[in-house]
């Protein structure tokens, strides 16, 4: 049987080193890689396999938790690591590429090949052809795609145009490693395998929902890719959506790809079309300003001194379908941030009648559900109770599941769960083109609106706080406010209630 060979093309970059390489260290630590394997990484920058080994192995001290990393393990991972230096934007790369390929499998060709796009955007086009020319696109090989998968829906169908005369759908991997997150999984796991909310997750008991993803970092060493990428692209067209689709869809019959991934588009087909009023009212662009001893984000290294791209979004969304028709579900995301979460809250409607007094005056009467997907991992409800005592007094409490409980959420990480389904060839986890089209095509507008409106406006916020206040005036219209989580949230009692 031929060697199973990952090719990683931006194998010098960013996410080669913060996220792929820990993740394919913790399968290799779990025996979950084919045996054999080698790990091919492409870049321009000249390193020899010796260099890149070193390279790799001081980045995984760094990037792989304390307790995970064991050094023998370590040293053997990276023994399975070689470097070609070559340009992957030229054509004559891809010939010398198959040489190296076929000299780690014997001097044979194979097809049991996955090759890991974890470059700028801009070679998600070329990458493909150039493999095609060189016949590394047959059988069996896999190609995994980086988000955005394209600028815009033009863009996007020509991606998929491309992709399509290359390789079948199967062969296709479009990754958003919200979805390989176990607690995105859980979403599906708490709404389908508990029969007590189903009857409830409707327009009939749900008043509206949040869905939130913030960090409290800013664009670190990624200004040339974020400054024309913006919150919109980054963050809100994929991860943020996938976390809608979740919440929203409905139970696939069989959880199969085909049947998950089918409900995932109805969801988006069934996104009600922004108006003129809603790109006004009800998307709100921020960009970071200096806060605290944070930079501002114009000042940041390779943004345009006067740049409007977007760092914070909020958005009401509408979804037109029996189960949803009605309620709003509000999304935001955004760079630096006081903490860095993301979760869902689902609001219940309020109990038509309160006939008991409120403790301190204060008195909420409608539950509320949160899924944690990070960080404290885990699921809160908050219910009305009887304060022990004399009279009939109520006060919210809390009931709490915390993944801890569990011994905790792997470590793995969402990039190792996604990486072993494709080698598995499973790509239930994975985006079809249909969804990617079908997103682009609710957001394009919104994009092709700011692009003929450059004075659309964009609110600056000091680093460290929760965003433009016309954020908040958005969620006020519906006599809300945002559910924002303490500062370094270690108990769920801590939700502040603004
Ligand atoms: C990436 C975005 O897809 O997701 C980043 O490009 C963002 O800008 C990151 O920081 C957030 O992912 P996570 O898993 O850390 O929440």
New binding site residues.
Partial sequence: MSKFVMIIFGASGDLTKR?LMPALYSLYKGRRLPDGFAILGIGRTSYSDEDYRTYILSELKQFVKADEQDETSMNEFVSHLYYLAVDPALQESYPVLREKIEALNGGEPTDNLLFYLATPPSLYGVIPLYLKSVDLNKGDARIIV???FGYNLESALELNRIYASVFNEHQIYRI???LG?ETAQNVLAFRFANGIFEPLWNRNYIDYVEVT?V?N?G??Q?GG??DT?G?LR??VQ??LIQLVALTAMEPPAVFNADNFRNEVVKVYESLTPLKEVDFNEHIIRGQYTAGGNKKGYREEKNIAPESRTETYIAMKLAISNWRWSGVPFYIRTG?QMPT?V?EIVVHFKETPHQMFHCSGGNCPRANKLILR??PNEGIVLKFGMKVPGPGFEVKQVTMDFSYDQMGGVPSG??YARLIEDCIQGDPTLFTRSDAVEASWRFFDPILNYWESHPDVPLYGYPAGTWGPLESEAMMHEHGADWTNPCKNLTNTDQYCEL
């Fill in positions: 996220k980086e988000k955005p958003d490693h919200f997150k993803a960090e970092l664009i670190e990624r890719f974020y990428t919150a980054d963050m994929n991860h760079k860095k993301t997907l990070q990480d969402a």
